[in-house]
């Protein structure tokens, strides 16, 4: 789906011709730097972050390469055919508040060289492993993305998995480089996953096992390339959609990519400091670390920020809340996530206590940034994988230290169980809230068809559907890599929670 409607716009669309002077020969330039960058992702915290870093680089002359950009899924095509028509130009609106002082800053992106849909342009995808000077690859594919999914070897089409394709990819560009350990690839997964880095390297592979891949080649995936692990920190909420025909009379443009994120941000990447030769993130001025130990970094984002929003966007969906900061300021709601932050998460994570209640109390300045509307459905986009990611470890902590169930993420759990249970009156995935709105299911459609029959007996108000709805999916290591039914009193508080919600299906 796209963000701006470019059919209605009143104003030209950006475009080498909507340039601001610096930008303009920026652009020129773009064409003449090599490729550099294989980027897997299209969306908009990519577009915010990582592209905006490159832009800065390539902007003091220390970069010096452009990126090609492809989509993760079929899903992103309409993002990518609106790259091309905006020449891969787009802008970025940074807001917020910084050192006390109002920010708002608006900056013309010219990175992307290439826009290649691997699904149409399987071959033109598999010739960017061919270029000499290529050197990383960055992705974003969400928690998800660097999962495991069989599929069968096929040279000549796409393969739907995004480890599968780079899998592929590599093996094109093994064989045209001979095995040259020099020809090796530095890979920056920014999916919020602990060693992501090292399980995109497992799952590549793996694939290569399935496939007698030769030991050559995989010795080669192993020794001649990097997979680092990397955190990511740094709030993009997408397309201003109440703001943009204004912002679109100001400018004089119109920007169906246009995204707006917050000032913070910040890169924290395992990895040794010789690497910014390479890559000169920090030499730009930018808040980048190449670090030994990425684990503190990792712990206190995903736990904090990333579990603080998946918390507030379960139970703020259910109850008929739409964004963070509306949610965060809630005279009800908003006291009841702040408990959830500061008594359920921060004590348990085995860090600086000091410095974590530090960090999560900037965490709230941030989700109380007045320029920013961050909605609560795009963070419940396949929140089952988040949930298990972010908070999941939270919650089993919390027991292990109390003996007794956290009652604010023993609720995010029983929010995010009933948005996953669907309307079948609705023709696609959709989940009928207690308001009597419909709410948009996002995820893996495989996983949804199983969650939708484990749904079943309860949909069709059998006796005890509902107890036996909430034992299938809590039990299903499929999704939770573990039993959640045997931690004890889970079930039976899911199913309190789920009851108060009944009435309002039927």
């Given amino acids: 789906m796209m963000e701006g409607n470019t059919e209605a716009a009143a104003w030209p669309l950006i475009g080498e011709k909507s340039l601001q002077p610096d930008n303009a020969t920026q652009f020129q330039r773009l064409k003449e730097l090599p490729v550099k960058v294989l980027q897997v992702g299209e969306g908009n915290f990519l577009r915010g972050f990582a592209d905006w870093m490159i832009h800065v680089c390539n902007r003091q002359g220390l970069f010096n390469g452009g990126v090609a950009v492809t989509q993760p ?20 609106l940074v807001r917020g508040i910084r050192e006390g002082k109002r920010v708002e800053e608006r900056e013309q992106i010219c990175v992307f060289s290439r826009m290649i849909d691997p699904y149409s342009e399987w071959e033109s995808f598999l ?29 000549e089409t796409d393969i739907p998995s995004f480890p599968g394709k780079l899998t592929a990819f590599l093996y094109r560009r093994y064989n045209k480089f001979a095995g040259d350990p020099s020809r090796g690839l530095v890979h920056l997964p920014c999916e919020l996953l602990e060693r992501n880095g090292e399980r995109l390297r497992e799952t590549v592979l793996r694939h290569a096992d399935d496939w007698s891949l030769p030991d050559a080649f995989k010795q080669w995936v192993n020794d001649s390339n990097r997979f680092l692990n990397t955190l990511v920190d740094r709030i993009v909420t997408g397309y201003p959609t109440d703001e943009a025909e204004e912002l679109f009379a100001e400018w004089g443009y119109a920007d169906p990519l246009l995204t707006t994120s917050e000032p913070y941000y910040f890169w924290a990447i395992q990895g040794e400091r010789e690497l910014e030769e390479r890559l000169p993130l920090a030499s730009a001025g930018l808040n980048v670390a190449w670090v030994e130990d990425l684990v503190p970094y990792q712990q206190r984002k995903v736990r904090i920020l990333n579990g603080t929003h998946t918390m507030m966007a379960a139970i703020g969906l259910v109850n008929g809340l739409r964004e963070v900061r509306e949610a965060l300021e809630h005279p009800a709601w908003g006291p009841k996530f702040i408990r959830g932050l500061f008594e359920e998460i921060v004590p348990v994570l085995q860090l600086d206590r000091n410095e974590m209640t530090a ?33 999941l470890p939270s919650l089993k902590a919390y027991i292990e230290r109390t003996g007794q169930l956290p009652p604010v993420l023993t609720e995010s759990l029983a929010s995010l169980l009933r948005l996953y249970r669907p309307d079948v009156t609705v023709a696609t995935p959709h989940s009928r809230l207690p308001d009597g709105s419909l709410f948009q299911i996002r995820d893996d459609p495989a996983l949804l068809e199983w969650i939708s029959e484990a749904w079943g007996p309860a949909i069709k108000g059998q006796a005890d559907g509902l107890n036996a709805g909430v034992k299938a999916i809590l039990g299903s ?12 009193g889970l079930v039976d508080e899911i199913v309190k929670h789920m009851t108060k919600w009944e009435e309002t299906i039927r």
């Fill in 73 to 92: 899924r079929p899903s992103g095509k309409p993002h990518l055919d609106q790259l091309k028509a905006q020449q891969g130009v787009y802008s970025l």
């Fill in 127 to 155: 010739e960017l492993a061919d270029g000499p000077d290529l050197e990383f690859v960055i992705s974003n594919t969400t928690e998800a993305g660097l999962a495991y999914q069989y599929a069968e070897w096929n040279a």
């Fill in 359 to 391: 960090y999560a109390n900037e965490t709230l300045e941030r989700f109380r940034n007045p320029f920013i509307k961050h909605k609560l459905a795009d963070i419940a986009m396949n929140s089952l994988s988040k949930w298990k990611v972010r908070l």
């Fill in 477 to 488: 290591t499929a999704i939770w890599e573990e039993d959640l039914t045997l931690l004890p």
